[in-house]
């Protein structure tokens, strides 16, 4: 299959990628049966980790991998995880995809990368400071499309 | 905000490959987000104050 991203893409990705100053591993989630966009997932996300020396991929199917899913509350595939590293150790922030990241999503997901990679998040201070006196489970599922 | 709280996950889900679930939500336009499984929603692109008030409103009960 010829690539999903083109060269002018591929160019402007790896720029924004030079300012990556640690690593992000990126766990792709798949599925063998009924599952219209995981090869394409699965094939833009090996194109996007292939940009920057920072970024790793690993690869495991929903049903098999069931343990590594639940690990990381992943229950829709194609599914993404977004993780940070501290030495060999994944740091989950609770960062997932579920769908091809295209269109829009796709600079969501470069945008998500750098965020993952600094461990800033990039939001104000009140709301890092509401964020951080919740002792509760919050799970937000923001509904998207590619265009 | 997930990665501001380790109680806190985010899921971007692409609304026309996970219709039931979407339709489950009234997902009628994007960006929409749902809060612990419809128990507070925010739509459309707006400032992180909102979902922060949305949070406050349905966590503070």
Known sequence: ?147 | MAMESEWVQAEAIEATEFQELAARHYVSGVPNTTINDGAGRVVGSVPEGKLVQELQRILAG
């Not at chain 1, 063998?32 to 292939?50: I, P, R, S, W």
């Not at chain 1, 509350?73 to 922030?93: I, R």
């Open chain 1, 1 to 147: 299959m010829a690539d999903l991203l083109n060269d002018q893409i591929k160019g402007q990705v790896r720029d924004v990628f030079a300012e990556m100053q640690a690593p992000v591993q990126v766990l792709f989630f798949g599925q063998k049966d009924n599952c219209a966009y995981c090869d394409d997932t699965q094939q833009l996300v090996t194109e996007v980790v292939g940009l920057s020396d920072q970024l790793e991929m690993s690869v495991y199917d929903l049903a098999k991998n069931a343990d590594v899913a639940a690990l990381y509350n992943v229950d829709k595939a194609p599914g993404l995880v977004l993780a940070g590293k501290s030495g060999d150790a994944l740091v989950d922030y609770g960062v997932r995809y579920a769908g091809i990241p295209s269109g829009h999503e796709f600079s969501s997901l470069i945008n998500d990368l750098l965020r993952v990679s600094s461990g800033d998040s990039g939001l104000d201070v009140k709301t890092r400071e509401y964020l951080k006196g919740l002792e509760e489970p919050v799970l937000l599922q923001v509904f998207v499309t590619p265009t």
